[in-house]
C-alpha cells in the first residue's frame, strides 16, 4: 500500500465517503435510464424508445464519406455503413455482412465504388449486391447468391447533407419528410451536432415546452435583452392546432396570446418582479437585469414593436402549415416563416439514452448570394451558431436529461402542447398507418389519457379564480385540427 493510498483511507469512509456515491452506482448528475411506463393508457408507453422507422433522417455530412474509406453511424439503434459508389453518391447498407456477420464498416473501398468485408473479401455495390468474394476467387457461388445480398438503407444528399430512409416499407418522397428549404436552390446549410446522453423523446418533449424560458434559459444571451425572459408567465397553455396530422404548432394568436395576457395590469403591462405567498418572496430575486433591458425597449419601441413581447410585423407572424412548430418524426422548427433563415432542430435516436442532435440551419436566398456575403454570413456563422444551438439550447439539455420518463405526471394546463405533440406522435406515425393497411391488430385509440384531462381542468381551475378570464373562452377546443 502507497504511503498516499495510507495517509487517505480515513478520510475515504468519513466523514463525506458516502457523497461519490449517494445516488448509488448511477453517479450522481448522470442520466437516469430511459424507461416507459408500463401503464398502456399512458401515451408515453406507446411512442418508441428508439425512433418511428418509416422515416427520412439526416444522417451526416457528405464530405465525411471519403473515397476510399467507408465510415458508419448508428441510428435508430441500427448500424449503418456510408460509403460512395462510382458516381460519388452516398451510399447505406446494414452494417452488416451477410456472410459471417461481420462489421462491414472495418472494411475498405479497394475498388472505386464497392465496398469489401475485412474478413473473406466479400464486396458489395450501392445496391447491396455481392459482386466478389476475393478469397473464393472469379468464380465464386457466392457472387450473387440471394442471401448474399446486403440490406441497403435508401439515401438522397442535399445541400451537403445525407439523409436515409430508415425504413422496413418503400421510401416515400424526400420532400415528404425534409424540410422544404433543403431543396430551395440558392440556399445555404450550415449544419450542426451534438450528443446527448438521453432520450429522444425527452430532448423533443423539451424544446416543445413552451413556459421554461424565464427558469431554464433566463441567462441565455438571447433571453438577457427581454425583461420577461422570453415568454409571459401565465399559468394558462397555449391552443394547439394539428396540422395535417403531420404537425403540432401552439397558436399564439394575433401580436400575443390571449392566455399570455393573465397578468396584465390596468395599463397592459405586466410586471418584472411577481409576489408567490407561499414563499413569502418574489421572483426574479433581483432587478439587476432591468439595468440594459430598458435599452432592447427603446429598440423595440423605435421599430414600433411592444416591448415587452417582441411583437413581430404581420408580415412575420408565423403561418399555421404543417411545417411550423414539431413535425413527425421528430424534428422541431424554429423561425416562423423568416424570409432568410430557418433552423430545424431534429433529434436523431441512437440508443435508448443516446441522441444525436442535429441542426439543419438554412439560410435562404432567393439569388445566387454575392462573394462577399458569403464571406461575411461564414466569417460571423461560429458566433450565430454558438449562441443560438449552443448557449441557448444547451441549457434545455442541463434540465431535460434528468427527467424520469416512466414516473407518474401531474401536468398544468401550461403542458397543452407536449400532450397534444404525444398525441400526434403515437395515433399519426407512419408506422402505425402501415401496420394499419396491413389489417394488422392495433393498440387501442384512447379518447381522453389522464395527462390531457389534467391539462383541460387546469384551464378550468384558473377560470373559475380570475375575473379577467371566462370559463367559455378557456373551453375551445385545446387541440385544434387545421
Not at 439503434?77 to 458516381?87: C, E, I, P, R
Not at 451536432?193 to 441567462?219: G, I, K, P, S
Not at 408567490?276 to 439587476?288: F, K, Q, S, T
Request: include cysteine.
Amino acid at each position: 500500500m502507497g504511503l498516499k493510498r495510507l495517509l487517505l483511507k480515513p478520510l475515504s469512509g468519513y466523514p463525506g465517503g458516502y457523497k461519490k456515491m449517494r445516488r448509488g452506482t448511477q453517479g450522481y448528475d448522470s442520466t437516469p435510464p430511459f424507461q416507459v411506463p408500463d401503464n398502456p393508457r399512458d401515451r408515453r408507453s406507446r411512442i418508441p424508445p428508439n425512433g418511428f422507422r418509416e422515416y427520412w433522417y439526416p444522417a451526416l455530412p457528405a464530405g465525411d464519406v471519403k473515397k476510399n474509406q467507408p465510415t458508419m453511424l448508428r441510428m435508430l439503434g441500427t448500424d449503418v455503413v456510408f460509403f460512395k459508389d462510382k458516381d460519388g453518391v452516398v451510399q447505406g447498407l446494414l452494417d452488416w455482412c451477410p456472410h459471417r456477420a461481420v462489421y462491414l464498416s472495418m472494411g475498405r473501398c479497394y475498388f472505386e465504388g464497392f465496398l469489401t468485408c475485412p474478413y473473406h473479401g466479400a464486396t458489395f455495390d450501392g445496391d447491396g449486391n455481392c459482386v466478389a468474394f476475393l478469397t473464393e476467387g472469379p468464380d465464386s457461388k457466392m457472387v450473387g447468391a440471394p442471401g448474399m445480398k446486403a440490406r441497403k438503407f435508401p439515401t438522397v444528399t442535399l445541400k451537403g447533407m445525407v439523409f436515409v430512409w430508415m425504413g422496413e416499407g418503400e421510401p416515400v418522397a424526400p420532400e415528404e419528410d425534409i424540410p422544404p428549404e433543403m431543396f430551395e436552390e440558392h440556399n445555404i446549410c450550415r449544419p450542426s451536432f451534438t450528443m446527448f446522453d438521453c432520450n429522444w423523446v425527452l430532448v423533443l418533449e423539451n424544446t416543445m415546452d413552451a413556459h421554461n424560458a424565464f427558469m431554464v434559459h433566463r441567462n441565455a444571451l438571447r433571453m438577457l435583452g427581454s425583461r420577461v425572459g422570453g415568454r409571459p408567465r401565465t399559468p394558462l397553455g397555449y391552443r394547439v392546432n394539428l396540422v395535417n396530422n403531420k404537425n403540432v404548432h401552439y397558436r399564439p394568436g394575433s401580436g400575443k396570446a390571449h392566455t399570455e395576457r393573465y397578468y396584465y395590469d390596468e395599463d397592459g403591462n405586466i410586471p418584472y418582479q411577481m409576489y408567490y405567498a407561499g414563499v413569502d418572496g418574489v421572483w426574479p430575486l433581483h432587478r439587476w437585469r432591468l439595468a440594459w433591458t430598458w435599452f432592447f425597449d427603446w429598440k423595440a419601441k423605435r421599430r414600433g414593436q411592444d416591448p415587452q413581447y417582441r411583437r413581430a410585423s404581420a408580415a412575420d407572424t408565423p403561418d399555421v402549415n404543417e411545417w411550423n412548430g414539431t413535425r413527425l418524426p421528430g424534428m422541431s422548427r424554429t423561425g416562423g416563416n423568416n424570409r432568410y433563415f430557418r433552423s430545424t432542430r431534429w433529434p436523431v435516436p441512437v440508443e435508448e439514452n443516446l441522441t444525436r442532435m442535429v441542426y439543419l440551419n438554412v439560410e435562404r436566398y432567393e439569388k445566387r448570394p454575392s462573394f462577399l456575403c458569403r464571406v461575411v454570413s461564414a466569417t460571423t456563422w461560429p458566433y450565430r451558431n454558438w449562441e443560438l444551438n449552443f448557449n441557448f439550447r444547451n441549457q434545455d439539455y442541463d434540465a431535460e436529461k434528468y427527467t424520469q420518463y416512466n414516473m407518474p405526471e401531474y401536468l398544468s394546463s401550461t403542458d397543452s402542447v407536449v400532450v397534444a405533440m404525444r398525441r400526434l406522435f403515437v395515433e399519426h406515425n407512419r408506422d402505425v398507418i402501415r401496420q394499419r393497411e396491413r389489417e394488422e391488430a392495433l393498440p387501442e385509440v384512447m379518447d381522453e389519457t389522464e395527462a390531457e384531462r389534467m391539462v383541460r381542468e387546469g384551464d378550468l381551475k384558473v377560470a373559475a379564480t380570475a375575473q379577467a378570464f371566462d370559463a367559455d373562452r378557456l373551453e375551445e377546443e385545446l387541440l385544434r385540427r387545421v
